[in-house]
């Protein structure tokens, strides 16, 4: 390696680093503050909380490493061109592409580690944090009730609208979804509000229930009578729930069973889940096809079907021969027919659109693996002439450039993949779609450096305006002799 890459590469690498860590701990601080209500009041050991943020780490790299080589990039090329180095390099041969070799070769070796990282390691870190996760919000179930979902505590399942008051204990329409040991759910409880009580010294916590109904599924041994669904319902002013939590706290945090998200997945597993999700999909879309032909009754039309030589047109209605109860049956019996028709096509359709956005994530999460590392190829074909252009280093214009430029590929990024979760854009033009709009702005970008060009050519947007008028003050001057 010669002198001159070696000086180009170390002063990259020592801005890079320091970046990089930088970016890393910003990022980190913020995990801690959207996280926090997971972490506090659980009597956390400082090695579980630092277990959970370095599992955590790995899923900013996607987010922190195309920033840092941006920002390297236009800081350590600004550098070179405020102190006139770029200037002794261009007096010596050395062109801008030529001091950029080093680097290139770099940034490739580079782009190839963040591929097998996002393949690799953030799967790896996704399964074991979304497991700790897990396993920390069973420690202390007053704290793991969400508002707005069911949340799972022991064999209830609580759901409240809101919580309000100091420790959040009071609780506001509580809906309980009692287990059985066999299986399934025969109990349900609705409260107009409720109220947590409990205290660190004791394994239960108690659940004051205020105004509310009690439902309890009754299964009656004579099977007939089963088919009308018979429940009790009892009315109460207050009802106690005391649930134990001697066994809650016991809880191994290594425990890993939570594996279903395409977080936890590399490339190969992506393509098999994506494949057996497609061949899902389309089995059940044509179980449905086959369904919904055979509820239309056009199958049993051919049983009494009597074809007759002569057709005699009408332009009375085909109730018109039957008499007026019959005419009635045939009316209500087809009404229900469609309006159950439709009832299934509702539920079907939100099934098959779930189905079809799992889909849309997984093929997401498989092309952002391959996205990442051309990604930081091409930030850094923008940074660095970007840098060469502004011939500005340091911390200040270089950092508001970079990060209104990484705003732009990082929203961009978002709104796409939004869209493409729903089914409005192709998964694999969401992914790509921040990539392909930074590369012709890098391509332009390394052409104006290498040509020794401005950022913006305004004089050939100027000079043509000026010879117009120009040449209409020639010619109002001439008419006017």
């Known amino acids: 390696m010669k002198i001159l890459d070696r000086y180009i590469l170390t002063s990259f690498l020592k801005t890079f680093f320091s970046v990089f860590i930088i970016l890393m701990f910003i990022f980190v601080l913020q995990t801690i503050w959207l996280y926090i209500g997971e972490l506090a009041g659980k009597d956390l050991d400082t090695e579980v909380i630092l277990k959970f943020l370095l599992y955590f780490s790995p899923k900013l790299v996607p987010l922190v490493l195309p920033l840092t080589i941006l920002l390297t990039s236009i800081m350590t090329f600004g550098s070179f061109a405020e102190n006139y180095e770029f200037a002794a390099m261009k007096s010596s041969g050395i062109s801008l592409g030529r001091a950029m070799r080093s680097l290139t070769v770099f940034i490739v070796l580079v782009s190839l580690t963040a591929f097998f990282f996002a393949n690799n390691v953030i799967p790896a870190a996704e399964f074991k944090s979304i497991n700790l996760r897990k396993n920390i919000a069973q420690l202390k179930p007053a704290m793991a009730i969400s508002e707005g979902i069911f949340n799972d505590i022991g064999t209830f399942n609580i759901k409240v609208e809101e919580k309000s008051g100091e420790n959040d204990q009071f609780l506001t329409d509580v809906i309980i979804h009692q287990k059985e040991k066999t299986g399934g759910n025969t109990t349900v409880i609705k409260a107009r509000e409720g109220e947590l009580v409990g ?86 879309m044509a179980s449905l096809k086959s369904n919904m032909y055979d509820r239309s009754g056009i199958v049993n039309v051919q049983n009494n079907l009597k074809p007759k030589d002569t057709v005699v047109s009408t332009d009375e209605s085909i109730l018109s021969h039957y008499n007026t109860y019959d005419a009635a049956q045939i009316s209500n019996l087809a009404l229900g027919t469609v309006n159950s028709a439709i009832a299934h096509l509702g539920m079907q359709k939100q099934e098959f659109k ?54 732009t590929y990082h929203f961009i990024g978002i709104f796409t993949k939004n869209s493409a979760e729903n089914g409005s854009v192709p998964a694999f033009v969401a992914t790509w779609l921040p990539t392909w709009i930074m590369l012709p702005l890098g391509v332009f970008l390394t052409y104006r450096a290498t040509t020794d060009q401005g950022l913006l050519a305004f004089d050939s947007l100027t000079d043509p305006i000026k010879k117009l008028f120009k040449k209409a003050g020639a010619i109002r001057n001439k008419s006017k002799s």
């Open 199 to 284: 205290s660190t010294n004791s394994d239960v916590l108690s659940l004051i229930l205020k105004e509310g109904n009690y439902y309890d599924e009754v299964t009656p041994s004579d099977y007939q009578k089963r088919k009308r669904k018979p429940f009790t319902k009892t009315y109460f002013d207050e009802y106690v729930i005391n649930i134990d939590l001697s066994n809650f706290n016991n809880v191994d945090l290594e425990d890993q069973n939570y594996n279903s998200t395409h977080g936890m997945l590399k490339i190969s597993e992506l393509s098999e889940s994506i494949d057996s999700f497609s061949v899902n999909y389309n089995t059940k």
């Open 354 to 407: 779930n189905n079809v956005k799992q889909i849309n994530k997984f093929e997401i999460a498989l092309h952002e693996k391959y996205a990442l590392g051309i990604a930081c190829i091409v930030l850094f074909f923008v940074g660095a002439p970007l840098g060469a252009i502004i011939r500005k280093g340091g911390i200040g214009l270089p950092i508001v450039v970079a990060i209104l430029l990484f705003l």
